[in-house]
């Protein structure tokens, strides 16, 4: 038997609905502090007192790189490599020229214009040029053909680039020919089968400090750019390379976190992450070797005292790094100082 639905409303008491509506009061109360940050009901915001703790991954659009204060990594700024045979004062001047207007900021611009705008390399260089003015006081002196090597990755070939404007400009028939790795066009730089590479000082003196003396002794590059230059020059002398000046323009190893990441900690500084960061909530991003490498975690490690509470197995720099980043996976990951994802 189907017992059908009641369609009476009983009448309450007045004792009844003073308990109804206290018990009402009550629950919306409770409703109300589920919605309170940090509740259940709505997560709050990491701050900068979760530090004992770690920082928690915080997600954002723009890329910034903590200052490296105690020098962890060594001075890869880059620098002209010539073939001593080639290497006459116009040429080095010419050179030279470049490196006066380059620093990181304007290296990381290149490669925006390049990687992210799509222009060629040697229409980003010829902007660049362009704006800097560059080929301004240089005279068609010499004349020739030149061969200017340049390595299998765009920033590279952009650096040719800029060299060939220079170098045509005081004469001489230069060309850009790319050669893949240093392994490749090192020995045509020392042969004389190019003249000219750009080139990365701290990479090339451990490079060259392998060719010449078998990777034994100390390192050739160090934190230190002078001493970097210095050994790189003497080691140059010895396979008849010569180095015009440095720049300011670095592509080495960093460390990035996001903008939202740095202010919500408070952290611009390598010794800021530590003194704030360490502990379980901080995601360490990097290539799988990074815990091993002394410029990456085990380097962290040593001279800052930074303790992260879990490392993701990433890239070496690459997308995989930026993405996790970007997406608040990671806290902090190994990046290139140089990457285009740096450009404000």
Do not use: W
């Not at 300011?248 to 530590?274: G, H, K, R």
């Not at 990074?290 to 001279?303: F, H, I, N, T, Y």
């Amino acid at each position: 038997m189907r017992i059908p639905a009641r369609t009476s409303t009983a009448r309450t008491s007045p004792a009844r609905a003073a308990a109804i509506a206290t018990l009402a009061l009550t629950l919306a109360g409770a409703l109300t502090a589920c919605g309170e940050a940090g509740s259940s009901g709505t997560e709050e915001a990491p701050t900068a007192e979760a530090g004992a703790e770690g920082c928690a991954p915080v997600a954002g659009e723009q890329l910034v790189v903590l200052e490296d204060d105690k020098q962890l990594q060594n001075t890869d700024n880059v620098i002209p490599a010539v073939n001593a045979a080639a290497a006459t004062p116009e040429l080095l001047a010419a050179l030279d020229a470049v490196s006066a207007a380059l620093d990181t900021p304007k290296l990381i611009e290149l490669n925006r214009a390049v990687d992210v705008d799509r222009q060629t390399p040697a229409v980003a260089a010829q902007a660049f040029a362009d704006a800097e003015g560059l080929t301004e006081g240089l005279t068609a002196t010499q004349s020739g053909p030149l061969t200017i090597g340049a390595a299998n990755f765009s920033e590279n070939q952009t650096l040719g680039e800029l060299y060939r404007i220079v170098l045509t400009a005081v004469g001489y028939e230069a060309t850009v020919q790319q050669i893949g790795n240093r392994e490749l066009y090192g020995p045509a730089l020392q042969s004389g089968e190019i003249q000219v590479v750009p080139e990365y000082a701290a990479t090339m003196a451990d490079y060259l400090h392998g060719v010449v003396e078998g990777g034994e002794g100390e390192p050739a590059s160090s934190s230190d750019l002078d001493e970097t230059v210095a050994n790189l020059t003497a080691l140059g002398e010895q396979v008849g390379v010569v180095f015009g000046t440095p720049s300011q323009a670095q592509d080495q190893n960093a460390f990035a976190v996001t903008q939202e990441f740095a202010d919500t900690y408070d952290v611009a500084t390598l010794s800021d992450l530590a003194e704030k960061c360490s502990g379980a909530a901080t995601v360490l991003g990097g290539p799988p070797e990074c815990p091993e490498r002394d410029k990456c975690q085990l380097g962290l490690e040593e001279v800052y005292d930074f303790r992260a509470g879990e490392f993701s197995s990433l890239d070496a720099g690459g997308p995989q790094t930026k993405a996790a980043l970007t997406s608040g996976e990671i806290s902090v990951g190994l990046v290139f100082s140089s990457d285009a994802s740096l450009a404000g």
